[in-house]
């Protein structure tokens, strides 16, 4: 293997990513198994099932993959996927088209190297908002840099538990840099917007792109930090709001919101673009679409 690519931060950081990918997985079946259906009383606590995943091979050279792990139809969840991985190889020129939308990319960083984590919830009941988190380390042989962040999706808002939201997500900003907060949280409001439907896809969040400090072990601690506060605030948010009651038009605009998000992730949602162009197994890419969705 290309020396690039087994360095002892990329094994660092690829752990890391692992690690909160099971304490994930587990606390959702925590959550399946504590609380009650908003359904029907006989739904089953669901579990994650589990499924490899891999890069297309360039030519006879390993590309890397991960670990797919997805629940559906449980009494909390109707569909949530956590997935963790770590893919490497050649910059190809569709990969290279999609970071020069926001990075220059030089000639010479022919090699890449990404590992990280994304995570996105639907839920049965139309009063627990869905939320979509992922974090990231993508590696050339040049740089190195972190991107990520989290979002939060209501169907039928609360400002209670979105205000909750934006203080835990500023709380842990804050205590890294204090500018991140608003300069993080301006760029998800600019990121998660459906243009031609001209709205936002959900209440926001942070989301950061390209983090860079020049000091890797700074930037790292607060991409880990963000994943400890997705641990902290998200599962408690759920505990609060599975037991409300709900009525099915709440359903039907919890189905209608979910053609929002659905033309988001397909037309244009980055991470989705760059794991098809870069090969990625599509089933892990497409993890986000939720189980169900209308349009009017």
């Given at each position: 293997?290309?020396?690039?690519?087994?360095?002892?931060?990329?094994?660092?950081?690829?752990?890391w990513?692992?690690?909160?990918?099971?304490?994930?997985?587990?606390?959702?079946?925590?959550?399946?198994?504590?609380?009650?259906?908003?359904?029907?009383?006989?739904?089953?606590?669901?579990?994650?099932?589990?499924?490899?995943?891999?890069?297309?091979?360039?030519?006879?050279?390993e590309?890397?993959?991960?670990?797919?792990?997805?629940?559906?139809?449980?009494?909390?969840?109707?569909?949530?996927?956590?997935?963790?991985?770590?893919?490497?190889?050649?910059?190809?020129?569709?990969?290279?088209?999609?970071?020069?939308?926001?990075?220059?990319i030089?000639?010479?960083?022919s090699?890449?190297?990404a590992?990280?984590?994304?995570?996105?919830?639907?839920?049965?009941?139309?009063?627990?908002?869905a939320?979509?988190?992922?974090?990231?380390?993508?590696?050339?042989?040049?740089?190195?840099?972190?991107?990520?962040?989290?979002?939060?999706?209501?169907?039928?808002?609360?400002t209670?538990?979105?205000?909750?939201?934006?203080?835990?997500l500023?709380?842990?900003c804050?205590?890294?840099?204090?500018?991140?907060y608003?300069?993080?949280?301006?760029?998800?409001?600019?990121?998660?917007?459906v243009?031609?439907?001209?709205?936002?896809?959900?209440v926001?969040?942070?989301?950061?792109?390209?983090?860079?400090?020049?000091?890797?072990?700074?930037?790292?601690?607060?991409?880990?930090?963000?994943?400890?506060?997705f641990?902290?605030?998200?599962?408690?948010?759920?505990?609060?709001?599975?037991?409300?009651?709900?009525?099915?038009e709440?359903?039907?605009?919890?189905?209608?919101?979910?053609?929002?998000?659905?033309?988001?992730?397909?037309?244009?949602d980055?991470?989705?673009?760059?794991?098809?162009?870069s090969?990625?197994?599509?089933?892990?890419v497409?993890m986000?679409?939720?189980?169900?969705?209308?349009?009017?």
């Amino acid at each position: 293997m290309n020396e690039f690519y087994a360095t002892e931060r990329n094994e660092i950081a690829s752990d890391w990513f692992v690690d909160l990918s099971t304490e994930i997985c587990s606390t959702f079946e925590e959550l399946e198994l504590e609380l009650p259906s908003s359904q029907q009383e006989d739904i089953k606590p669901g579990q994650f099932s589990y499924r490899k995943t891999t890069r297309k091979p360039e030519g006879d050279k390993e590309t890397g993959g991960g670990l797919m792990a997805k629940m559906v139809a449980g009494k909390v969840f109707e569909k949530v996927g956590v997935n963790v991985s770590t893919v490497y190889g050649t910059l190809s020129p569709e990969m290279v088209k999609v970071l020069n939308k926001r990075k220059t990319i030089k000639k010479e960083q022919s090699s890449f190297w990404a590992t990280g984590i994304s995570v996105v919830t639907h839920l049965n009941n139309p009063r627990v908002p869905a939320v979509h988190f992922n974090t990231r380390m993508f590696a050339t042989e040049q740089e190195v840099w972190f991107g990520g962040g989290m979002d939060l999706n209501p169907c039928l808002e609360n400002t209670k538990e979105t205000a909750r939201f934006h203080k835990a997500l500023k709380d842990i900003c804050d205590k890294h840099d204090e500018s991140y907060y608003l300069k993080f949280k301006e760029q998800a409001d600019k990121y998660f917007y459906v243009p031609h439907r001209e709205r936002a896809r959900g209440v926001g969040g942070i989301f950061f792109d390209d983090l860079d400090s020049g000091h890797w072990e700074k930037d790292f601690a607060f991409v880990r930090d963000i994943g400890n506060t997705f641990l902290d605030v998200y599962p408690s948010i759920v505990s609060d709001l599975q037991e409300e009651e709900w009525t099915p038009e709440d359903k039907e605009k919890q189905l209608l919101h979910r053609g929002l998000y659905t033309e988001f992730n397909l037309i244009y949602d980055r991470g989705t673009k760059f794991g098809l162009v870069s090969k990625h197994d599509p089933e892990a890419v497409l993890m986000s679409l939720p189980p169900l969705a209308k349009w009017a």
